[in-house]
């Protein structure tokens, strides 16, 4: 079957990428995948940058379609709720869910993108071609042209789908030829990883949390890593007094974590060596339209949309993606030019919608976690869950444990929460009527 059909080209030999490559395969296409890096299989991983995400229901249905969810879960550490640590005090832990049951899943993105490879390597018709960073494509004839270590190399494919990251080359490409427009919204944060050691053999930190430190303005967060360590990251301005500009010294980074997260100071013995030499993480919202190009060129994952780490979201919307083309390519077919614009009709509102939600869940996540309203909030959040099973789900539980497209959750909660409303204004009217009624019974008495 792949004999009879033209090759696809994947460029970006990411989660997306890989997932896409399996995708296709599985489809009958030959798959050329091209990746800019050397094999990471038996390449060093790059210091302080991103060795574990959270993956929750939209990635691991992607996985099993394929039947690698087991396999991928299998080193998975699930969090079933948030470990909030306070200046001082104990810290407090807040359920995901309102069953206290489910969990996202804190697993190693190197990993991950291993088996991924492994998977699309072992399928027929895929070719792997790393160290190939693609500097031409001419998105009317899928022409491309790679930089390798041997020197310029050219290929050409009958669909080209860019699935190589934030900084894609393929969007770049699109952008030269005037095809496409993009925008850029950049934080005025950036990040920086840390990382605590096992402590006497176990976690220092219980491993069924995602464990926050929030501090207003900034935050920690630490995630447990199968090897019973915690990647830690730090999310700070980049300019300003308490930011990472601010911090030089050795003396002037363990003075600042002494005041700011004392209880990291014991866990953390290389705290000032990993804070000097990790490097700062940007952080932003890559928005560009049109996805596609005359169905013969597309843009999937962060090429298309990348968005803010706060939702854990950005890795499960990648892979949902992958998804909805495999969807949109049997809805048509296999008629790519009928395909892409589909998919990007499809995608585009969710993208939007989650890139919105993440950058809220920041403010959430930074200041209000540690509120006594926020905690009330979602006491009362919760049981209504109980109270109301399927009829009142929160927004984190539609978009960490279902598949509800994206902007639907975004529609629904706000009809959840207008609802909420109405009955706690209608009860509070309640109360102060009854209130008012026996003060005027007082009186006549």
């Known amino acids: 079957m792949s004999a009879e059909r033209d090759e696809i080209a994947v460029v970006g030999a990411g989660l997306a990428g890989c997932l896409l490559a399996c995708y296709l395969a599985r489809r009958g296409y030959p798959v050329a995948l091209y990746e800019r890096r050397p094999d990471p299989r038996t390449g060093r991983v790059e210091r302080g940058r991103s060795i574990n995400l959270a993956l929750s229901e939209r990635g691991l249905d992607a996985l099993r379609r394929i039947g690698l969810a087991e396999q991928v879960m299998a080193d ?38 291993n088996a ?21 494509l001419d998105p009317t004839s899928g022409e491309m042209t790679f930089e390798t270590p041997q020197g310029k190399v050219a290929a050409t494919a009958s669909v080209v789908l860019g ?26 944060y950036g990040y920086k990883e840390l990382t605590i050691p096992p402590l006497g053999g176990d976690f220092a930190l219980d491993p069924s949390a995602l464990h926050i430190w929030p501090r207003g303005t900034s935050m920690m967060i630490a995630l447990p890593n199968p090897d019973r360590s915690f990647t830690c990251t730090l999310f700070w301005p980049t300019h300003g007094t308490a930011s990472f500009a601010s911090l030089g010294s050795p003396a002037a980074i363990e003075r600042h974590f002494a005041t700011h997260y004392p ?58 993606d992958v998804v909805e083309l495999d969807r949109c390519l049997d809805e048509c077919d296999d008629d ?20 919105r939600m993440a950058l809220a869940n920041f403010v959430e996540m930074r200041d209000k976690v540690a509120s006594p309203v926020f905690q009330t909030r979602k006491r009362v959040e919760h049981a209504l869950e109980r109270a109301l099973p399927g009829r009142y789900v929160s927004q984190y539980e ?48």
């Open 163 to 188: 699935a190589d990251g934030a900084g894609s080359a393929v969007r770049g490409q699109l952008l030269g030829y005037g095809v496409l427009t993009e925008s850029l919204d950049f934080l005025d």
């Open 263 to 320: 209880d990291l100071i014991p866990l953390a013995p290389n705290l000032v060596d990993d804070y000097q030499h990790n490097p700062v993480g940007v952080l932003g919202t890559v928005r560009c339209a049109p996805w596609q190009v005359a169905g013969k060129v597309a843009l999937l994952g962060d090429a298309a949309h990348a968005i803010v780490p706060f939702y854990g979201q950005g890795a499960n919307c990648a892979m949902e």
């Open 398 to 445: 539609l978009v960490s444990f279902s598949t509800t497209p994206y902007a639907q959750v975004r529609r629904r909660v706000r009809r959840q929460y207008a609802v909420v409303g109405a009955v706690a204004a209608g009860g509070l009217a309640l109360l102060v009527g009854a209130v008012g009624a026996a003060i005027g019974r007082g009186r006549r008495g």
């Open 76 to 113: 998975a550490l699930p969090m079933r709720g948030r470990m909030i640590h306070p200046v001082a005090g104990e810290p407090q832990f807040q359920s995901y869910s309102g069953s206290g049951d489910r969990a996202i899943n804190s697993i190693s993105r190197g990993a991950l993108n």
């Open 336 to 355: 790519w030019s009928a395909a892409l614009p589909l998919y990007q009709r499809r995608r585009q509102d969710n993208a939007e919608a989650i890139a």
């Open 116 to 136: 991924l490879l492994d998977a699309a390597a072992a399928l027929p018709g895929v070719r792997i071609a790393f160290d190939h960073r693609l500097v031409g």
